[in-house]
C-alpha cells in the first residue's frame, strides 16, 4: 500500500448527480494533487494545493470542485458532469522540500458518467 | 507551457528481449521521475535523476538523464512477463517558478511482454 486511499473505488453517476471524491493520505506529505487519466492520454494535472493552499488549476472546468480541509485530505466535488469525463481519476501526495517530490498514488476512483 | 514526449506509445516484446523508452522535453528540467503503472494499478514510483548525464540502475532497469537535461531513458534488459505496465517519464521545471512540485507526465509507453 503506498499510504494513499480513496474512495469510492468505482462511481458511476448521471449528469445531473452531485458526488465527492475522497482522498486520504497516511504519509505525513505537504502536498496533494488531483490528476484525470483517461484512455490514451497522460495523466492530466487538475488541482495541487501545497500546504492546503490551492497553488494550481490547470484550466479544470468549474463543474470540478477541489477542497482541501487539511493537509491529510482532498476532496473533488463533481456536479453535472458529462460523458467525457469519465474517466480514472488519481489522487496523489508529496513531500515538497528540496525539490524532491516523489509523488505517492492512491489506487484511483473509476468514475462513469451516463 | 512545458511538453514531455514519449516513444514509443506501444511496445510488444519477447521474453527475453530488451525494451527502451524514451523521454524528451520542450525545456530543460530540474529533475524527471520515473513511473510504473500495471495495468489495473495506478503509478508507482521507480526512480528520480537529477543531474546532468546521471545514469542510476535497478537490476535490469537502468535509467539515464541527458547531459542537457531536456531527455531521458529506461532500458530495460532481459524482459519478464512482470514487467508488463505502462512506464511514464514526469519532468519537473526549474524551480523558482510558481509550479513547485509540479510534475508535467508523458504519454507513457505501454509495454507488453509475450513468453
Known amino acids: 500500500e503506498t499510504g494513499v486511499t480513496q474512495t469510492p473505488r468505482h462511481l458511476v453517476m448521471g449528469m445531473t448527480n452531485k458526488k465527492s471524491l475522497k482522498c486520504e493520505q497516511h504519509?505525513?506529505?505537504?502536498?496533494m494533487y488531483w490528476y484525470k487519466q483517461s484512455a490514451k492520454k497522460p495523466l492530466e494535472l487538475m488541482f495541487v494545493?501545497?500546504?492546503?493552499?490551492?497553488?494550481e488549476n490547470n484550466s479544470v472546468p468549474s463543474r470540478f470542485s477541489p477542497e482541501c480541509p487539511n493537509s491529510s485530505h482532498l476532496f473533488l466535488h463533481l456536479h453535472t458532469l458529462q460523458p467525457e469525463d469519465s474517466a480514472l481519476y488519481l489522487c496523489?501526495?508529496?513531500?515538497?522540500?528540496?525539490?524532491?517530490?516523489?509523488?505517492?498514488f492512491g489506487p484511483g476512483t473509476r468514475l462513469t458518467v451516463l | 507551457g512545458q511538453q514531455v514526449m514519449q516513444i514509443p506509445q506501444y511496445q510488444h516484446v519477447q521474453e527475453g528481449e530488451d525494451f527502451t523508452t524514451y523521454c524528451n522535453s520542450s525545456?530543460?528540467?530540474?529533475?524527471i521521475q520515473w513511473y510504473k503503472q500495471r495495468p489495473g494499478g495506478h503509478p508507482v514510483f521507480l526512480i528520480q535523476?537529477?543531474?546532468?548525464?546521471e545514469v542510476k540502475k535497478q537490476k535490469r532497469l537502468t535509467f539515464q538523464f541527458g547531459e542537457a537535461k531536456k531527455n531521458s531513458s529506461l532500458h530495460i534488459t532481459a524482459t519478464q512477463t512482470t514487467d508488463v505496465g505502462t512506464y511514464f517519464c514526469?519532468?519537473?521545471?526549474?524551480?523558482?517558478?510558481?509550479?513547485?512540485?509540479?510534475?508535467?507526465f508523458g504519454q507513457g509507453t505501454i509495454l507488453t511482454v509475450h513468453p
Open positions: 494545493y501545497n500546504f492546503k493552499e490551492q497553488t
Open positions: 535523476l537529477v543531474k546532468s548525464g
Open positions: 514526469a519532468g519537473r521545471a526549474n524551480a523558482g517558478g510558481t509550479s513547485y512540485g509540479k510534475l508535467t
Open positions: 525545456t530543460t528540467l530540474s529533475n
Open positions: 496523489a501526495s508529496s513531500q515538497v522540500s528540496g525539490g524532491y517530490n516523489e509523488q505517492f
Open positions: 504519509l505525513g506529505h505537504n502536498a
